[in-house]
């Protein structure tokens, strides 16, 4: 018996599965060509809590399905239940990794109902802050894609810098992970002395850092390998699919609300997102790692534009007796995975009516995720979520 | 945007336009005309991209709140088509025919606010809650805390205290 034949696969794989007339494969479990199995929600190979329903056939997937819910806490619900200055510790709870975008999009839906401008200086501070977040976890992204192909070395590099960016901002914000810096009217405080070049020293060794991951991980044949051509997002999808960030710029589709909507300083700021259109899991980490290098000079732009004194914070109500006049706003920025917004109802109570946060991995983690699963191996599943960010409690919160 | 919106509201049966910022304005539709507007929007006006799908729930008029919103990724505005359905026969047209994503958003509307968009696909499965059945929980009149005190039987370590009496009792046992 030739085993070689007997194992080789079809190279055709547009054949498999087999479709039926609505476009889903046709999986009979019976026939035991398939094998339902669970990545998740216990895994290695899965972000954050959720989980896939993976059906294969042989190592190939036939059909995905995102499952979430295992952090469900209805952060909506109960904001909705809470004045506002209560809602900011639920709400950066919506995305542990990178919690400063929640704080500033609830900041800004409030003072936008509330008809409240924010100073000068503490606009430069909300910017130096998001920069500084969309730092620490690309310090994680960009060498976590090495990481789903057991490339874990840059991880590790990675995750010492970023602590060096916590304590930065443990020192601006009192908090390493959650902050709650960003608060309705302005921030809660100044840089402290030294701040700048301690920072600066930091950002040294982001430069060495990202030198070393070109090394490690866009110069590795196996990375090249392995992420070359996976997981292509065709750039009509970008629409249908609502594709968002890095995910639609490395498919040539400019995606960036620091540039399509400048908010706070940004429109003062020079800087160009980069895009490519290769669009697979390749590209995408490709992208991130510029998004790197952006951050960083970005960060040294802030410190250097902006005032070192000056009003912090904008008179407010007493927050605990804030009465809100109804209406409804949608304010959004530019996390590290994409457009981040909150559509924001009020109903001229004390509380908001209703709160609706729409980040990236809703749609990144569902309709296209179940996509670009379909016919890949099981072998790369992790490395095909990772490209796309998913943070599971902006699906489920 | 105006013109924009002087078009919609000379096609459509329309009310209660606000334009919220210079990218971003609000518009009600009736309930019979709302994807074809929305249609309308993404095939005739560049609106290609769904922003987001979801609900308000006006428990005191008795009406669920949907809204739409649209961008358009040529000049970056953004537009969110209200719709106001009778939240007794909660139930609105499926549009899962627009966008990919569109099945997600219609999903997790029926299991939090039990709003129904009949022959949308996986409708019936889960979402977020596995197994609940209670009423949808995004609703005003699902109570959390009494569900919580409800369902959570209290034990050792999980009583709670008026912080008032509390205090008091801790800083003057005498009294």
């Given at each position: 018996m030739d085993l070689k034949k007997l194992f080789q696969?079809?190279?055709?794989?547009?054949?498999?599965?087999?479709?039926g007339e609505d476009g889903k494969p046709i999986i009979d479990?019976?026939?035991?060509k398939f094998l339902k199995i669970w990545q998740g929600p216990?895994?290695?190979?899965?972000?954050?809590n959720m989980s896939l329903e993976l059906t294969v056939s042989g190592d190939e997937i036939v059909e995905s399905k995102t499952h979430v819910g295992?952090?469900?806490?209805?952060f909506e619900k109960l904001m909705e239940r809470r004045k506002f200055i209560q809602c900011f510790p639920t709400c950066i709870?919506?995305?542990?990794?990178?919690p400063d975008p929640n704080e500033y999009i609830l900041a800004a839906a409030i003072e936008d109902l509330a008809g409240i401008e924010v100073p000068e200086t503490a606009q430069w501070l909300r910017t130096l802050a998001l920069e500084m977040a969309r730092l620490q976890i690309l310090l994680r992204s960009v060498p976590g894609q090495g990481g789903t192909f057991a490339l874990g070395l840059g991880y590790q590099w990675g995750n010492y810098i970023r602590d060096l960016i916590l304590d930065r901002f443990e020192e601006l914000t009192?908090?390493?992970?959650?902050?709650?810096?960003?608060i309705p009217g302005g921030v809660r405080g100044l840089l402290p002395d030294g701040f700048k070049k301690r920072m600066e020293e930091n950002l040294k060794l982001v430069d060495e850092f990202v030198i070393n991951i070109d090394n490690l991980m866009y110069n590795n044949s196996v990375f090249k390998q392995r992420a070359k051509g996976l997981a292509v997002i065709p750039k009509d999808w970008i629409d249908t699919y609502g594709v968002y960030g890095p995910t639609a710029r490395a498919a040539g589709v400019m995606r960036d609300v620091r540039k399509?909507?400048?908010?706070?300083k940004y429109a003062e700021l020079d800087f160009e997102p980069f895009t490519t259109t290769e669009s697979d899991v390749y590209a995408r980490s490709r992208v991130r790692w510029h998004d790197l290098q952006t951050t960083v000079d970005l960060i040294r732009q802030i410190m250097a534009k902006?005032?070192?004194?000056?009003?912090?914070r904008a008179e407010t109500p007493n927050v605990l007796h804030w009465r809100i006049p109804k209406g409804e706003t949608y304010q959004k920025c530019e996390s590290s995975r994409g457009e981040y917004g909150m559509y924001m109802v009020t109903?001229?109570?004390?509380?908001?009516?209703r709160v609706n946060l729409k980040g990236p991995s809703y749609t990144h983690a569902n309709a296209l995720l179940d996509k670009l699963l379909?016919?890949?191996?099981?072998?790369d599943t992790a490395a095909i979520m990772v490209s796309l960010a998913t943070c599971p409690p902006e699906i489920e919160r | 945007m105006k013109d924009l919106i002087k078009d919609i509201e000379s096609r459509f049966k329309t009310?209660?336009?606000?334009?919220?910022l210079d990218h971003l304005a609000f518009i009600t539709v009736e309930k019979e005309q709302a994807i074809s507007l929305v249609t309308y929007l993404r095939d005739y006006?560049?609106?290609?991209?769904?922003?987001l799908l979801t609900a308000v729930d006006w428990l005191e008029d008795g009406v669920f709140q949907l809204t739409y919103l649209l961008n358009n990724p040529t000049d970056y505005t953004e537009i969110g088509v209200r719709v106001m359905i009778d939240r007794d026969n909660a139930t609105m047209e499926s549009s899962h025919h627009l966008w990919e994503n569109m099945m997600t958003y219609q999903r997790e509307l029926r299991e939090m606010f039990g709003i129904d968009f009949p022959g949308?696909?996986?409708?019936?499965?889960?979402?977020?809650?596995?197994g609940w059945d209670n009423m949808?929980?995004?609703?005003?009149?699902?109570d959390t805390k009494k569900y919580a005190e409800e369902t959570y039987f209290p034990r050792p370590g999980r009583e709670s205290n008026d912080p008032a009496t509390y205090m008091k009792s801790k800083m003057y046992p005498n009294d």
């Open positions: 696969m079809n190279p055709d794989r547009s054949l498999y599965p087999e479709m479990l019976s026939s035991h216990q895994h290695p190979g899965i972000t954050g295992y952090l469900h806490r209805g709870r919506m995305c542990v990794a990178e009192g908090g390493r992970v959650y902050h709650m810096y960003i399509t909507h400048p908010y706070l902006m005032p070192d004194g000056g009003e912090i109903d001229g109570s004390d509380k908001p009516r379909i016919n890949a191996n099981i072998a | 009310s209660d336009y606000i334009q919220k006006r560049k609106y290609a991209g769904l922003t949308s696909p996986r409708i019936e499965e889960d979402f977020i809650l596995e949808p929980p995004y609703r005003r009149d699902f």
